[in-house]
């Protein structure tokens, strides 16, 4: 028994005609009598008197279809609720973010929520991209931002924007023309925080994957990175979307690295069983509106998404 059945000998009760019921369920006469048996034959009764013009139910065939219009009801309600509960920008949401990516957009994102859809009550987190998984697979948070790659495959990963890495240093790199060469960081003194605050060791290289984001920042903000070059000289590595949050007096400390395609894209993470469209997509749209248009990817760019 389908559903469809049941829509098609409603269909024929109300237009008391199989030719007209096939017309309006956009099938052919043949298919609709031939579901219709199948569905007599499963319940081993007749749901028609064939031999009755208009053709009519039988007297079980009435308690059938009667019961059979409840049941489509219920079916569409469901439909209904879950429609609602997709589109919902009402109630919490968590999202868990590593902390390189937090300075940047927690400010914007309770900006741009409380503006659009003051329903949302937004509670986020940092955390490293471990935990961050750990959390989502456990359903403690609803969404995750972090860098790419995930390797959770239970999870649906969509690409918010894509960056670059620029090198910050103490005022004695000034004079180079503002760029700095990957060579000149892999000899120079370069504060790292990844499993704590440390000077990059030559023992850390691993070729192309030397100034890789986990080996930097993962768990860390760049801030305190940044602050370590200041006030102990040396260098370190900033992602593009810090450049703003840097003070306008220390610009000209950001050099570009030259001859290095170093770079990391952010992507938001949930569950493949996460239903709340409504919620994603105010947290795309915030999105759009915090990261310059021409980091974002174009997935994002492209308008509502639909899971």
């Known amino acids: 028994m389908t559903l469809q059945q049941l829509k098609y000998i409603v269909a024929i009760d109300q237009f008391r005609h199989f030719g007209k019921a096939a017309e309006a369920m956009d099938i052919n006469q043949s298919t609709l009598s031939l579901m219709v048996k199948k569905l007599e034959d ?29 049941v489509l009801y ?9 429609r609602s509960e997709k589109q919902s920008t009402t109630g919490p949401l968590k999202i868990a973010m590593i902390s390189t990516v937090a300075p940047v957009l927690v400010p914007g994102l309770f900006k741009y929520l409380s503006k659009n859809h003051p329903g949302i009550s937004l509670i986020t987190e940092e955390m490293p991209s471990n935990s961050i998984m750990e959390k989502l697979s456990k359903a403690e948070v609803d969404m995750g931002i972090l860098a790419e790659p995930v390797s959770d495959p239970d999870l649906l990963t969509i690409p918010l ?55 930097f920042y993962e768990g860390s903000r760049v801030g305190i990175l940044v602050q370590m070059v200041n006030e102990n000289g040396g260098m370190t590595i900033i992602p593009q979307t810090h450049i703003n949050l840097i003070r306008p007096g220390d610009m000209d400390n ?6 290095s395609e170093l770079k990391r894209t952010i992507v938001i993470a949930i569950r493949r069983d996460y239903i709340h469209e409504g919620m994603l997509n105010a947290v795309l749209h915030a999105v759009q509106a915090i990261i310059p248009d021409e980091l974002l990817d174009d997935l994002v760019k492209a308008g509502d998404l639909a899971i």
């Open 42 to 70: 499963e319940l081993d009764l007749l749901i028609f008197d064939r031999d009755s013009y208009p053709i009519s139910p039988t007297e079980i065939g009435r308690k059938v279809i009667d019961q059979a219009k409840v």
């Open 254 to 259: 950001i050099l570009e690295i030259v001859d």
């Open 161 to 215: 924007f894509h960056e670059k890495f620029f090198a910050y240093a103490d005022k004695g790199q000034k004079n180079n023309g503002g760029t700095i060469t990957r060579e000149a960081l892999r000899r120079g003194k370069v504060w790292v925080m990844k499993d704590g605050l440390q000077l990059f060791d030559e023992s850390m290289s691993e070729g192309d994957s030397t100034f890789s984001y986990d080996r």
């Open 74 to 82: 219920n079916v569409n309600q469901l439909l209904e609720i879950t």
